[in-house]
């Protein structure tokens, strides 16, 4: 990763003054980026707000990213325009964001994000409704719209790895936190004191783990010490701002790594704290699940494949069904009824913490509802389930059960088989159901019956509730 880095850094660069005034300097020589890495439509906002006057570099992720030899995820731009001379400079621009204020410009489906410098704001000096600045008792900033100078605004960003400047026209990167240097030793560095820098932002303890796990580098020991006493600080953050996180953190292509940092750190359970429960009662199964699901996800990112979080939700929060089923039965509910119910509980919990939109809330339920399902294929049923537009999910999650262990009687081989074969070959299949009647995890003809019967959740996996 660091290949074209070392090879095209021919001046060594020793991590030294720490005064935040006098950066270090890099001219085109001592760094591998080259203009014609970077967003023509970046550098043209770059070049039109320095041509109008202004103060203006691509900083943060793009920089670190061009500097490691991945391709940037998008071109942050950082300038001494305000918001509202940015807007003023372009057609296409639009101001958005209310804690912290940034201007969006559009080139079709391109958005360059533009960021006026910002500074610290001094404890003690904000105003609980100023549109400025605010922070709350804790000390987390509630509004971040206090303009500085670069040198300023380089000492507010998080990590030392994403407060290098770069300037197109110069080809120039200034570095105000040794963020090379941290480069170069693959470390997540916060830029100041560190339980400071969490309690103003929670947010940050995220990111720390996404960038650690993006580009595998090490959270460093002081930036690393706090985050597990200062985990329940994210109990603080907006639910829909966690939401955007967590995708972050889970659709990059390093899920599985992302998920052991955060549950080595103790942040999993503030996102997912019925999962985590989970992961406490019955570990083994509900790791292999979440890792399974999490590796697929990876898999899929890196082949260039769509993912939908809903399926990594339904898998993620999937675990944490049976206990509420068996509480639910335990008063006296039906197995069915007991599901749904422990369902939408489980979700309308999650989302007071992570607020994820009814789009993607449909579908989990949707996922699990098919589980139930699956096992009921006499007569017509299988050929009705396999034109639900839900069945591939369905399915694919089906095998993603079982590959955690679940035992479900052959249930995913018999509907791999049936999606592979001739209309009279499934024929065969389902009179087979019925002849055997009791196949593996097939339904069991109603009948009335008085006796009890010993299935459903109480079997411990949510599944087993659902075939009765
Ligand atoms: P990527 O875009 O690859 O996820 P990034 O570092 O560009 O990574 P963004 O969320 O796009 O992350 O933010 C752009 C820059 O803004 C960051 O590099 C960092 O300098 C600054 N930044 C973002 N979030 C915070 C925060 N919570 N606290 C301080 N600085 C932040
Ligand atoms: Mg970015």
């Known amino acids: 990763m660091l290949k074209k880095l070392f090879k095209s850094f021919r001046t060594p660069i020793r991590r030294g003054n720490t005064s935040h005034s006098t950066p270090q300097v890099l001219n085109s020589s001592q760094h591998p980026i080259e203009r014609g890495e970077i967003s023509r439509y970046a550098i043209s906002v770059v070049e039109r707000l320095q041509q109008a006057g202004y103060q203006t570099y691509l900083v943060g992720g793009c920089v670190r990213d061009l500097l490691l030899d991945l391709d940037p995820k998008d071109f942050d731009v950082a300038t001494s325009a305000t918001p509202e001379q940015v807007r003023a400079e372009f057609r296409n621009a639009r101001v958005i964001g209310r804690r912290f204020k940034l201007v969006h410009v559009h080139f079709g489906r391109e958005i360059i994000e533009v960021a006026t410098f910002r500074a610290n704001h001094p404890e003690g000096e904000e105003d609980e409704n100023s549109n400025l600045s605010s922070r709350n008792e804790s000390g987390r900033i509630l509004r971040d719209n206090v303009y500085g100078s670069l040198e300023d605004d380089a000492q507010r960003r998080d990590f030392t790895i994403n407060a290098l400047y770069y300037d197109p026209s110069t080809e120039r990167i200034l570095d105000y936190a040794n963020g090379v240097h941290d480069i170069r030793n693959h470390l997540i560095r916060l830029i100041g004191d560190p339980t400071q820098r969490y309690q103003e932002d929670p947010v940050r303890m995220l990111r720390a783990v996404r960038f650690a796990a ?94 939908t979080p809903a399926f990594l939700l339904a898998a993620l929060l999937w675990p944490a069904l049976p206990a509420r089923v068996i509480k639910l039965q335990d008063r006296g509910m039906p197995p069915i009824p007991a599901m749904q119910e422990a369902a939408h509980e489980l979700i309308s919990e999650q989302c007071q913490r992570i607020a994820v939109p009814k789009r993607f809330t449909m579908p989990i339920r949707e996922i699990w509802d098919m589980q139930e399902r699956l096992p009921r294929r006499s ?50 299949m389902i009179r087979d159901l019925s002849n055997k009647d009791e196949a593996p995890g097939a339904p069991r003809k109603r009948k009335r019956s ?12 949510p599944g087993s509730a659902a075939d009765e």
């Open 214 to 307: 993006k580009l595998d580098f090490d959270i460093e020991k002081h930036s690393a010490a706090p985050i597990y006493k200062l985990a329940p600080l994210l109990g603080e953050i907006p639910a829909a701002r966690l939401f955007d996180e967590v995708l972050k953190l889970f659709l990059a292509g390093y899920a599985i790594y992302t998920y052991e940092l955060l549950v080595d750190y103790g942040l999993f359970g503030q996102l997912f704290p019925a999962s985590a429960e989970a992961l406490k009662n019955n570990p083994d199964y509900t790791d292999l699940l979440i890792r399974n699901a999490l590796d697929n996800t990876d898999q899929r990112i890196h082949q260039g494949k769509t993912v």
């Open 379 to 428: 007569g017509k049923r299988a050929d009705t389930l396999l034109e639900n537009p839900r069945f591939r999910a369905g399915y694919d999650f089906l095998l993603l059960r079982e590959s955690a262990g679940e035992e479900t009687g052959g249930l995913g081989d018999w509907w791999t088989r049936y999606q592979d074969i001739s209309d009279s070959e499934r024929r065969t």
């Open 450 to 461: 008085n006796s009890k019967r010993k299935r459903g959740p109480a079997s411990d996996t």
